[in-house]
């Protein structure tokens, strides 16, 4: 079992970029230890800024130092990031075109007990609908790194969302084939498909091993680039199967599942069945009790499929 989280990878990418590239600075609100990165808030003290809990300023602040030819990741909860300061990122990173990666750190329901003010079930949904901001949630720490390299690369504004826990592997180092915003096809299958992202990625996989075990031939796509969509390989899985299944860790509305839909509904019409958050107050927990509460799991993903296939 995994014991390394997605943050902790993105402390690990900074660190090894940053003795070479000065240019690497990293804002916190308050989150340095949360967000993982006191290692490198300890290593290059004059590359790093405690912003204290004002969001609002930290995506101000590295949008200013984007356009002084620095290269800002500003590290924050989710659930503040992607509300508290959306003007913000709005305004003086996406219309602007800042080089800004914005980190949603313990996204979805990491948060388990502090309930509804800390899960970010609306961040896919509000950043995603900005113009310019792109939007992504890696499923395992090998993902992580491999798309903080990439986007290490570029110099446009970007989100992505990791949870709080560590999650289990995916991929491995060897078989960790990244291509920037191209969704990962992780088992073919024609007669269902499963599109996920973040951390339901793993839930879809093995839901599909059980899935198989009745004769059931599922497809699972890896869509961790919700924004910019990877249409070639939503409506390729479209095209094969009878009907699809989209499962994430966010509202039900305004989602990856919602973008799914409407672009299989207007190129494609198939069955789809979008598992995620209710549309309403999520319950408390931990996150696998949530999780398993709203069948976001194994056996409900599985579950959902049969009724789509009329099992």
Do not use: W
């Not at 899935?211 to 390989?233: F, H, M, N, T």
């Not at 479209?238 to 990856?256: D, F, N, Q």
């Amino acid at each position: 079992m995994n014991k390394i989280p997605n943050r902790q990878v993105i402390c690990d990418v900074l660190l090894e970029h940053a003795k070479e590239d000065r240019d690497i600075v990293v804002l916190c609100s308050d989150s340095r230890g949360s967000a993982s990165l006191s290692g490198f808030a300890g290593a290059f003290p004059t590359q790093f800024f405690e912003m204290g809990i004002a969001e609002q300023s930290l995506v101000s602040t590295a949008a200013g130092l984007a356009r002084g030819g620095k290269k800002p990741f500003a590290a924050s909860p989710a659930c503040f990031l992607s509300t508290r300061s959306m003007e913000q990122v709005k305004v003086d990173v996406a219309y602007s075109r800042t080089n800004v990666k914005l980190i949603g750190i313990s996204g979805g329901v990491s948060y388990g007990a502090l309930g509804m003010t800390h899960h970010s079930a609306q961040d896919i949904a509000a950043l995603g609908s900005i113009p310019g901001m792109r939007v992504y949630l890696p499923s395992d720490r090998h993902q992580t790194r491999a798309l903080m390299e990439a986007l290490l690369q570029d110099d446009k504004p970007a989100y992505i969302r990791v949870g709080r826990n560590p999650v289990e592997d995916i991929y491995t180092p060897d078989s960790m084939k990244f291509e920037l915003d191209q969704a990962v096809t992780l088992c073919e299958g024609d007669d269902l498909a499963i599109i996920a992202c973040g951390e339901m990625v793993k839930p879809a996989v093995e839901a599909a091993k059980l899935l198989a075990a009745e004769g059931i031939s599922v497809q699972v796509l890896d869509l961790y680039c919700v924004k910019p969509l990877d249409r070639d390989a939503v409506l390729n899985s479209a095209r094969k199967v009878k009907a699809l299944v989209t499962v994430e860790e966010h509202s039900v509305i305004g989602g990856m599942g919602a973008m799914v839909s409407q672009l299989v509904a207007e190129y494609c019409p198939k069955r789809v069945k979008n598992l995620a958050l209710p549309d309403e107050p999520a319950i408390a927990g931990k996150s696998q009790e949530v999780f398993d509460y709203y069948g976001l799991n194994a056996e409900g993903i599985a579950k959902a499929a049969r009724e789509l296939m009329g099992r």
